[in-house]
T-cell receptor, first 109, second 117 residues
C-alpha cells in the first residue's frame, strides 16, 4: 500500500528553527509537495521537490532524498504566524497526490 | 494568479436535504478539478477527480450517487451532497490545476464547512 508518515505534532520557540520530517512509500514518484494549512482554511502551496537536494525559498527550505523515501521541511526564524499544520504529499505514478496526515506545529513565545 | 473560490464557505442543513457546493477558478481555466473531504485532525481525502465535459472519476468507497459532481465548464465544478446525513458533516475542499506546469500544482479553494443536523 501507499503510505506517508510525518509526526503528528511538534512544538518550537519563536525565532528558532524546526525541521519537519516526512517518509513515504508510494507506487512511483513524480514529486513531493509541502503545504501549509491554518486551522479551518484550505492548504497553501509551500514547495515542490522532484530531484534530490535542498530547495530554499526564503525562511522555508525543503529537502528530498528519493533513495531513502525521505523529505524534510525546514522553517527558520520562526514566527507566531507559522503555527499551522504542515502537509506532506507525494505524487505517485498515476499523478495522483497521496497525502500525509499533517504535522501540527505549535510556536511558543 | 491562480485563485480558486468556493461557495458557500459554511452551510448548516437538516438531515435529508441536499447541499450544492460550487468551486470556481477565477483567473484561469482549470483542466482538472479535485474534490477533497477533511475530517478534524485528519488528512485530506480525495473524493473525486473531474475534467470539464466528462464524468468524474470517484475514489474507492465514495458513493457517486450521493456525491454528485458536475464539471460544466473550465472554470466551474459543483459537488452536490444528496440526502445529507450527520456523518456527512465535514470540511469539503476543492482544488484545480492549470495544466501548465510539469508537476500540475493544485490550487486550493478556501473550503466549505458542512454541518448536517
Amino acid at each position: 500500500g501507499q503510505n506517508i508518515d510525518q509526526p503528528t505534532e511538534m512544538t518550537a520557540t519563536e525565532g528558532a528553527i524546526v525541521q519537519i520530517n516526512c517518509t513515504y512509500q508510494t507506487s512511483g514518484f513524480n514529486g513531493l509537495f509541502w503545504y501549509q494549512q491554518h486551522a479551518g482554511e484550505a492548504p497553501t502551496f509551500l514547495s515542490y521537490n522532484v530531484l534530490d537536494g535542498l530547495e530554499e525559498k526564503g525562511r522555508f527550505s525543503s529537502f528530498l532524498s528519493r533513495s531513502k523515501g525521505y523529505s524534510y521541511l525546514l522553517l527558520k526564524e520562526l514566527q507566531m504566524k507559522d503555527s499551522a499544520s504542515y502537509l506532506c504529499a507525494v505524487m505517485d505514478s498515476n499523478y495522483q497526490l497521496i497525502w500525509g496526515a499533517g504535522t501540527k506545529l505549535i510556536i511558543k513565545p | 494568479g491562480a485563485v480558486v473560490s468556493q461557495h458557500p464557505s459554511r452551510v448548516i442543513c437538516k438531515s435529508g436535504t441536499s447541499v450544492k457546493i460550487e468551486c470556481r477558478s477565477l483567473d484561469f481555466q482549470a483542466t482538472t478539478m479535485f474534490w477533497y473531504r477533511q475530517f478534524p485532525k485528519k488528512s485530506l481525502m480525495l473524493m473525486a477527480t473531474s475534467n470539464e465535459g466528462s464524468k468524474a472519476t470517484y475514489e474507492q468507497g465514495v458513493e457517486k450517487d450521493k456525491f454528485l459532481i458536475n464539471h460544466a465548464s473550465l472554470t466551474l465544478s459543483t459537488l452536490t451532497v444528496t440526502s445529507a446525513h450527520p456523518e456527512d458533516s465535514s470540511f469539503y475542499i476543492c482544488s484545480a490545476t492549470k495544466g501548465e506546469s510539469s508537476y500540475n500544482e493544485q490550487f486550493f479553494g478556501p473550503g466549505t464547512r458542512l454541518t448536517v443536523l
